[in-house]
């Protein structure tokens, strides 16, 4: 079983910055796909940021340019770098992963490990 707790959400003003966390406990695999969704009220769940064990990046055309995922396996942490912040950013931001991935990008894959959310609210 994989565990995910995020942090660093909070409120900012457009134009700011945060930067989200997301520990991973239990087993350590090597084959894995981490990502970044977010979901505000009334809209479906959108895949903001994904990465691959291989080092691979994907983003969101919305987020592209303003938006930096990373990892650091020795900590088992995901990260989600978010500058220049608008108020379209706000929403509940969950890290999520898959496990035992082949060669899709991992936008493509169907996350079954999910943390409970962190809220991040931009005001204009």
């Known amino acids: 079983q994989v565990q995910l707790v995020e942090s660093g959400g909070g409120s900012v003003q457009a134009g700011g910055s945060l930067r989200l966390s997301c520990a991973a406990s239990?087993?350590?695999?090597?084959?894995?796909?981490r990502a970044w969704f977010r979901q505000a009220p009334g809209k479906e769940r959108e895949g903001v940021a994904f990465i691959k064990h291989t080092g691979y990046i994907t983003y969101a055309d919305s987020v592209k340019g303003r938006f930096t995922i990373s990892q650091d396996n020795a900590k088992n942490t995901l990260y989600l770098q978010m500058n220049s912040l608008k108020p379209e950013d706000t929403a509940m931001y969950y890290c999520?992963?898959?496990?035992?991935?082949?060669?899709?990008?991992?936008?493509?894959?169907?996350?079954?490990?999910w943390g409970q959310g962190t809220q991040v609210t931009v005001s204009s």
């Open positions: 999520a992963a898959v496990l035992y991935v082949g060669n899709y990008d991992c936008s493509l894959y169907r996350y079954n490990y």
């Open positions: 239990g087993h350590t695999y090597s084959r894995v796909c």
